[in-house]
Each structure stands twice: as structure tokens, then as C-alpha cells.
């Protein structure tokens, strides 16, 4: 596409500051801006992992509260205060005004676009997302579905099994990764590491950020960096064991803390064990 039928849009980076005087950050979102096409957004995502690496006391949560914030401006949010009321430009240049709180903003950068919506999403992955770490947060599947206890999973029937691994150049390291269960009532539980090492559970499917066909964007990020992918894993051993039985126990594993830290789900003929190896999870499952 020529460059006189692409839009010019501007865009800002926002970063989380844990310790202002410190002016150490890392990338935490994006809000991209083309008055050509009456677009105005943001993409955040907070790798908590790397920001206790950095600052260890800090309140992660008041900083992605504060990048939530700043997603409902974005939109016109009515939620998010009388600023989300203004026109898309001047909420730009209040999102884009430099300040000294824990969520900062970088100088504005400037491009061309023929899609700014695929833009973002691109700015986002390349800027803000850790490549080869934890599974992407999007408007598909979020933190919103963390679930703040186990669930309940005893009486359940396994209907399907995905696992999540990364992919770079075609080699799929599959001794880590998130899975995912499908019971026959529909609901879906999905069992990931968190950045603490820590076992976390998700109440929804997991949805691809970057579903074919690819842009030309999107391939070279992925060509560079890998990508995860789900696969369907019922068919195939060890996991078809388990495929058809219903849950008769669930033994949580829990560290000096009571931090929950792996899982023991047993069915009427096999065992699924999920540990934290290195800050990753892992599955086994044996019989009996």
C-alpha cells in the first residue's frame, strides 16, 4: 500500500516506575493516536515478574489499577472520570503529558498506518510484551479471569486437554507450558506459573493473540521471536488416560507460605501432577 493512502498516527509508551527517583521502568503499555481515522486506544500489560525483579516492595496492583485507568480514558470510559468525556485529542495529550507518578509516559513517536487498531497491537508486542514469557494478557483473555481460588473440579468429567507451549522456528519446547482442561459441562480451567512461582487458575479458554492469517507485521515479530501456540493434546498420551473420567480428588500442593504451588488431580484411573519447575509449569500423569 502506498504511503499516501496510509494515515499518520502518534503514540506514546507507558511505563511503570516503581521508584521515581530511581528513573528505573519497564515498558507497560502503549495508547496510539490517528486523528485521520478517529482512533484513540491503549494496550497495557504488566510482567510482574520483572518489575519485583527491579523493586521487590512495589505495589503491583496500584500500578496496574493506574494502567486499567488509563485503558478506560483511551475508550471514553464514562467510568474512568470527567477527562474520558473530552475529544479524542486532548485525551491524548493528557495521556501523552509527562509526569512523576508510577505509571510514566515516553516522549511521542510519530508513523503512518492503514490500520491502527493492528498497529497498536503490533507496538504493544514488540515494546511491551517480554517474548518467550509469560502467556500474553489481551482482549481475549486477561488477569480478568484469574480466578482467586482453586476450583472446584471433584464430580467434573474431562472432556478435552490443550497445552500451551512456546514455539520459536518450529521447535515447541513442550516440557513447560500452561494447561488447559475442558470439562463435559462446558467449563474450561486453565492452570499456568505465575511470576511469584506461585500455581495460578484461569476460568476461561485461552484465546490466540495471533490468529492466521498473519500480517506482515505479526510474521516478522513472530519469525523473530517465537510465539506460543495451544495443542489439542486428547488423543495423545500420556493425556488420553484422563480424557473421559471424572475428577475424584484434588490434593492442592502448598509451599511454607500456604502459597498454592502445584496440584494433584486424581480420576478413577490416573493422576495429573502439576509442579513449578524453574518458574515454569510442568505436567506429568501417570496411572493409578
Same mark, same amino acid.
Given at each position: 500500500?502506498?504511503?499516501?493512502?496510509?494515515?499518520?498516527?502518534?503514540?506514546?509508551? +507507558?511505563?511503570?516506575? $516503581?521508584?521515581?527517583?530511581?528513573? !528505573?521502568?519497564?515498558?507497560?503499555?502503549?495508547?496510539?493516536?490517528?486523528?485521520?481515522?478517529?482512533? +484513540?486506544?491503549?494496550?497495557?500489560?504488566? @510482567?510482574?515478574?520483572? +518489575?519485583?525483579?527491579?523493586?521487590?516492595?512495589?505495589?503491583?496492583? !496500584?500500578?496496574?489499577?493506574? /494502567?486499567?485507568?488509563?485503558?478506560?480514558?483511551?475508550?471514553? @470510559?464514562?467510568?474512568?472520570?470527567?477527562?474520558?468525556?473530552?475529544?479524542?485529542?486532548?485525551?491524548?495529550?493528557?495521556?501523552?503529558? $509527562?509526569?512523576?507518578?508510577?505509571?510514566? %509516559?515516553?516522549?511521542?513517536?510519530?508513523?503512518?498506518?492503514? #490500520?491502527?487498531?493492528?498497529?497498536?497491537?503490533?507496538?504493544?508486542?514488540?515494546?511491551?510484551?517480554?517474548?518467550?514469557?509469560?502467556?500474553?494478557?489481551?482482549?481475549?483473555?486477561?488477569?480478568?479471569?484469574?480466578?482467586?481460588?482453586?476450583?472446584?473440579?471433584?464430580?467434573?468429567?474431562?472432556?478435552?486437554?490443550?497445552?500451551?507451549?512456546?514455539?520459536?522456528?518450529?521447535?515447541?519446547?513442550?516440557?513447560?507450558?500452561?494447561?488447559?482442561?475442558?470439562?463435559? @459441562?462446558?467449563?474450561?480451567?486453565?492452570?499456568?506459573?505465575?511470576? #511469584?512461582?506461585?500455581? !495460578?487458575?484461569?476460568?476461561?479458554?485461552?484465546?490466540?493473540?495471533?490468529?492466521?492469517?498473519?500480517?506482515?507485521?505479526?510474521?516478522?515479530?513472530?519469525?523473530?521471536?517465537?510465539?506460543?501456540?495451544?495443542?489439542?493434546?486428547?488423543?495423545?498420551?500420556?493425556?488420553?488416560? /484422563?480424557?473421559?473420567?471424572?475428577?475424584?480428588?484434588?490434593?492442592?500442593?502448598?509451599?511454607?507460605?500456604?502459597? /498454592?504451588?502445584?496440584?494433584?488431580? %486424581?480420576?478413577?484411573?490416573?493422576?495429573?501432577?502439576?509442579?513449578?519447575?524453574?518458574?515454569?509449569?510442568?505436567?506429568?500423569?501417570?496411572?493409578?
Amino acid at each position: 500500500m502506498s504511503a499516501s493512502a496510509r494515515s499518520p498516527f502518534a503514540y506514546t509508551v +507507558l511505563r511503570a516506575v $516503581p521508584r521515581v527517583e530511581r528513573a !528505573e521502568f519497564i515498558n507497560a503499555g502503549v495508547v496510539l493516536f490517528c486523528r485521520e481515522r478517529r482512533f +484513540l486506544d491503549a494496550r497495557t500489560g504488566l @510482567d510482574c515478574g520483572r +518489575l519485583a525483579a527491579i523493586a521487590p516492595d512495589c505495589d503491583s496492583d !496500584e500500578i496496574a489499577a493506574q /494502567l486499567a485507568a488509563i485503558e478506560r480514558v483511551a475508550r471514553g @470510559d464514562s467510568s474512568a472520570g470527567p477527562i474520558a468525556s473530552l475529544a479524542k485529542a486532548e485525551r491524548f495529550h493528557w495521556l501523552s503529558s $509527562p509526569c512523576s507518578t508510577m505509571v510514566g %509516559r515516553s516522549e511521542v513517536h510519530t508513523g503512518l498506518t492503514d #490500520d491502527p487498531s493492528r498497529t497498536l497491537d503490533h507496538l504493544f508486542r514488540t515494546l511491551v510484551m517480554t517474548p518467550g514469557a509469560r502467556l500474553p494478557r489481551h482482549a481475549g483473555w486477561n488477569r480478568a479471569n484469574r480466578l482467586s481460588t482453586a476450583p472446584e473440579l471433584v464430580g467434573r468429567e474431562i472432556a478435552r486437554i490443550r497445552r500451551l507451549h512456546y514455539t520459536f522456528r518450529g521447535d515447541a519446547n513442550t516440557s513447560d507450558g500452561p494447561i488447559e482442561l475442558t470439562f463435559s @459441562d462446558g467449563a474450561v480451567v486453565m492452570f499456568d506459573a505465575a511470576a #511469584d512461582w506461585t500455581l !495460578e487458575c484461569f476460568g476461561a479458554a485461552w484465546v490466540d493473540p495471533l490468529p492466521e492469517p498473519l500480517s506482515r507485521l505479526d510474521r516478522a515479530y513472530v519469525d523473530r521471536y517465537g510465539r506460543w501456540y495451544a495443542y489439542d493434546v486428547t488423543e495423545g498420551a500420556p493425556y488420553r488416560w /484422563l480424557v473421559g473420567a471424572t475428577v475424584r480428588q484434588t490434593i492442592p500442593q502448598l509451599n511454607e507460605l500456604l502459597e /498454592l504451588t502445584g496440584m494433584l488431580i %486424581r480420576t478413577d484411573g490416573a493422576v495429573l501432577d502439576l509442579q513449578i519447575w524453574a518458574g515454569e509449569l510442568r505436567s506429568f500423569v501417570r496411572q493409578g
